[in-house]
């Protein structure tokens, strides 16, 4: 038994949810989201300020989309209510980047600089105490967490100095380096 499926969402207020055929359409002030979802398996009733998650039957694939479809459907509401983000460092000597319109340029020790296009429904902006933090916004989670993880690909941390584009709150362990012979 899902025990994710199971839990009812509660709608936000100031959130419309409406469910079109096989289609959840979520809006709100920061935006507006749509998921398609599984009829033949999986059932959503709106009971009041709730929504209830049901499976069809017991079979693998709807004990699989319960809970899936019921974690769907509250980022939906959280996402266009507040919004997600994420945040990540650049670290080492001479790495830098910068925003301009939906371009993002990064420097990483590279021979050329780093250019990526940043999606239309995300913003990355740089933080204003340093320059080398970079908050992601948008919301649609997954959306950010992809942005992130493919600005991240560009430069992982290395263990032995720690250089590299990382999370914020990312532990990076180090190893030590060379030792000399005595």
Do not use: C, W
């Amino acid at each position: 038994m899902s025990r994710v499926g199971n839990a009812p969402v509660t709608i936000i207020e100031g959130v419309e949810f409406s469910i079109e055929g096989n289609l959840m359409k979520v809006k709100g002030s920061k935006g507006e989201l749509q998921q398609e979802f599984n009829t033949d398996l999986i059932e959503i009733k709106k009971e009041g300020s709730q929504l209830v998650f049901t499976r069809k039957n017991d079979t693998k694939q709807a004990k699989a989309l319960h809970g899936l479809y019921r974690s769907l459907a509250f980022n939906m509401i959280v996402g266009v209510n507040e919004g997600f983000k994420k945040s990540l460092e650049i670290r080492g000597v001479g790495y830098r980047g910068n925003v301009a319109g939906k371009k993002l340029t990064l420097s990483l020790g590279y021979s050329h600089p780093i250019e990526y296009t940043v999606p239309e429904d995300v913003t990355v902006e740089f933080d204003k105490d340093s320059n080398n933090v970079i908050h992601i916004t948008g919301v649609d989670k997954a959306r950010v967490g992809q942005v992130a993880a493919n600005i991240r690909e560009y430069r992982k941390p290395e263990p032995y100095k720690g250089k590299g584009i990382r999370y914020v709150d990312e532990y990076v362990a180090m190893k030590a380096g060379k030792s000399a012979a005595s």
